[in-house]
């Protein structure tokens, strides 16, 4: 079943603690994306990947960090620099060179900063 | 910079009635431009797309580079058409999302 998979869809994290997501796909996409989602805010892209070994900056990066050592994984890190990191995060990707938006999206992972 | 405008927090509509969810945007090139849909409980999924010029679940929208908008439009809304809907453009490398219009269709 191809898709996007994110883990863990909850998490609990203490204050000082930095967290990292999971983000997988199987649907041999180049590109993938990292975006925060908030009550009144719609989506904002924290980070994006267009290829891998190579990531670049979204809108709001600051207290966040990626990798991107294969094409199907693209892991964030939540670190404790983020000063609001409570939010809903979403992971999706996209073929590279493909009309840029047809973005496929994974079930998301809600962080709770304790 | 590009910018998603969605000026409609919430929209709410009886069934039957006509829909019109609005989005401007800002791009100095040439933009794609997408709407996304989530529905309770399920991920975030395309809805159309300007370039193709569809009709999916009887949405329609056109893209209107004077005003610079991409409203999504609907004749005769229907309940399973609640949900949230969320704006995009596709600009250099990287998609940006307006900040969404929740879609209230009352029975």
């Known amino acids: 079943d191809g898709g996007i998979t994110q883990s863990p869809k909850y998490l609990f994290r203490k204050e000082g603690q930095n967290v990292t997501l999971s983000c997988e796909q199987n649907l041999n996409h180049d590109a993938m994306y990292w975006y925060r989602q908030d009550p009144g805010q719609g989506l904002r892209l924290i980070y994006y990947?267009?290829?891998?070994?190579?990531?670049q900056k979204g809108d709001i990066a600051e207290g966040y960090s990626v990798s991107r050592e294969k094409k199907e994984s693209f892991p964030l890190t939540v670190t404790s620099a983020q000063k609001n990191p409570t939010a809903f995060y979403l992971c999706?990707?996209?073929?590279?060179?493909?009309?840029?938006?047809?973005?496929?999206f994974g079930e998301g992972s809600r962080l709770t900063v304790l | 910079a590009q910018r998603v405008t969605q000026p409609e927090k919430l929209l709410s509509v009886f069934k039957g009635a006509p829909v019109e969810l609005k989005c401007n945007y800002s791009?100095?090139?040439?933009?794609?431009l997408f709407w996304y849909v989530q529905y309770s409980r399920q991920r975030l999924q395309l809805l159309l797309r300007?370039?193709s010029r569809e009709s999916i679940k009887g949405f329609t929208a056109d893209l209107n580079k004077g005003e610079t908008s991409f409203h999504l439009k609907k004749p005769f809304a229907q309940e399973e058409d609640s949900a949230m809907y969320y704006c995009?453009?596709?600009?250099?490398?990287?998609?940006?999302f307006g900040t969404g219009t929740k879609l209230q269709v009352i029975p």
């Open positions: 999706a990707s996209s073929i590279a060179g493909s009309p840029r938006g047809e973005l496929f």
């Open positions: 995009a453009l596709g600009g250099y490398q990287k998609v940006t």
């Open positions: 791009y100095s090139g040439s933009p794609e």
């Open positions: 990947s267009q290829i891998v070994n190579d990531f």
């Open positions: 300007h370039i």
